[in-house]
């Protein structure tokens, strides 16, 4: 599996983006699939993820972001997205998308197989 994350940008304070994370393969349905951020001198964190059979309710927050960011997956187009709204500076990281074997959302960076290169996110105060 490969991904392409896109959607990264500078926004002010209080704005909102949304990122998509294409993937190849005729697999995209059978993974779970997750975002996660890095901030300069900081570790790689988990944002959101969302499970294999996405009806609504499989879907994981960091609590630093619940009620703010939403992520959801098309399997027609094999593409996940972030939409991220009332963003703050705090949010500023680059944001890789991820994908993993399995049934489960992970918060753990490396318990995904597959990253996309990364895309730069930047909030402004």
């Known amino acids: 599996v490969q991904l392409q994350a896109s959607g990264g940008g500078l926004v002010q304070a209080g704005g909102s983006l949304r990122l998509s994370c294409a993937a190849s393969?005729?697999?995209?349905?059978?993974?779970?699939m997750g975002w996660f951020r890095q901030a300069p001198g900081k570790e790689r964190e988990f944002v959101a993820g969302?499970?294999?059979?996405?009806?609504?309710?499989?879907?994981y927050y960091a609590d630093s972001v619940k009620g703010r960011f939403t992520i959801s997956r098309d399997n027609g187009k094999n593409t996940v997205y972030l939409q991220m709204n009332s963003l703050k500076p705090e949010d500023t990281a680059v944001y890789y998308c991820?994908?993993?074997?399995?049934?489960?959302?992970?918060?753990?960076?490396?318990?995904?197989?597959?990253w996309g290169q990364g895309t730069q996110v930047t909030v402004s105060s």
């Open positions: 991820a994908a993993r074997r399995g049934q489960t959302v992970q918060v753990v960076p490396s318990t995904y197989d597959y």
């Open positions: 393969g005729r697999t995209f349905s059978s993974y779970v």
């Open positions: 969302i499970g294999v059979n996405w009806s609504g309710g499989n879907e």
